[in-house]
């Protein structure tokens, strides 16, 4: 088809033509956009895979009560993806255990934590766990 017959055909369906009238919008969108939606989809993927692993193993497979005391509140991922900061919150035992003993009991199962996410997602490293303990009082600590 002729760029002239074309334009008239366009023309039919609107009231002026522009540049990018029957252009693909598809072919407007760069590769780096895409490639950097997809590892945003694929960051947001393993944060719920590690928010559904890490409620299950903290509040069953822990044998620790004060590590089942604990509510999780949300996964982030590093821009890299190396690193995920969990974000938890005491509920029943807030006021009666710090801060500093929860992070210690966290780094007590830290192994165990990381091993379990790691059988859980596919990858081919197992993501640093870093931890951000909340309190009622809406104080927090890492």
Same mark, same amino acid.
């Given at each position: 088809?002729s ?7 366009l023309r039919?369906?609107?009231?002026r033509? @522009?540049?990018e009238?029957?252009v693909d919008?598809? @072919? ?10 997809k590892?945003?989809r #694929?960051?947001?993927q393993?944060? #719920?895979q590690?928010y ?11 044998g620790d009560p004060?590590?089942? @005391?604990?509510s999780?509140?949300g996964v982030?991922? !590093?821009? @890299? ?10 509920t !029943?035992?807030?006021?009666?255990? !710090? ?7 966290l780094a007590?199962v ?5 091993s ?5 997602? !596919? ?5 640093e766990l870093?931890w951000?303990?909340l ?6 600590r890492?």
């Open positions: 088809m760029s002239r017959r074309r334009s008239r055909d039919r369906f609107c009231a033509v @522009d540049s009238d029957g919008p598809r @072919d407007t969108v760069s590769r780096h956009d895409r490639s950097r939606r590892q945003k #694929k960051a947001q393993l944060c #719920k590690a559904q692993t890490l409620a299950i193993t903290l509040s069953g497979q822990c004060i590590l089942q @005391d604990l999780l509140i982030e991922a !590093t821009p @890299d993806g190396s690193d995920l900061i969990v974000a938890v919150q005491l !029943t035992l807030d006021g009666q255990v !710090t801060v500093s003993e929860v992070l210690e009991r007590r830290h192994g165990f934590l990381r379990e996410l790691a059988a859980a997602i !596919t990858r081919k490293r197992a993501p870093s951000r303990v309190t009622s009082k809406g104080t927090c890492e």
